[in-house]
C-alpha cells in the first residue's frame, strides 16, 4: 500500500493535486514545491505520496512484489478511493518526478 505524507491534508472543498517523488526519493522531496503551489493557489490541496518500497510505505521496510508500473499505480488508486478521490473528485492533476512522472503516466 501507499502510504501518504503525514503532512497531507485532504480538504473536500478543494481540488487535489498528487504529487509522486523519483526513483531514490520520497514524498518528503517533493513538500517545498507543494507547498508553494498551495500558497499561491489557495483553491488547491497536495497529496505527497510514498511510492511502493520508499519512504513510509509499508514495502519500504520489506520487499513487496511485484515491483512494476502496475502495481504502483494500483496502489495509488487504492490510495485514493478510500479518500474519495475518485470519479468527478480525481485528483485535478498528478504531477511525477523521473519515476513518479512515468507513474503518473501509467495513471492517467
Not at 498528478?94 to 519515476?99: F, N, R
Amino acid at each position: 500500500k501507499v502510504s501518504s505524507s503525514p503532512h497531507d491534508i485532504i480538504n473536500q472543498d478543494k481540488q487535489t493535486i498528487v504529487f509522486l517523488h523519483g526513483l531514490l526519493g520520497n514524498a518528503k522531496n517533493l513538500r517545498t514545491p507543494a507547498k508553494k503551489l498551495t500558497r499561491q493557489l489557495p483553491h488547491l490541496s497536495a497529496l505527497l505520496l510514498d511510492v511502493r518500497g520508499h519512504g513510509g510505505s509499508s514495502g519500504s521496510q520489506q520487499h513487496v512484489q511485484p515491483h512494476n508500473f502496475h502495481s504502483c499505480v494500483s496502489d495509488i488508486f487504492h490510495t485514493l478511493t478510500p479518500l474519495g478521490l475518485v470519479g468527478e473528485n480525481s485528483p485535478t492533476a498528478i504531477c511525477g518526478h523521473s519515476l513518479g512522472g512515468r507513474i503518473a503516466l501509467q495513471y492517467t
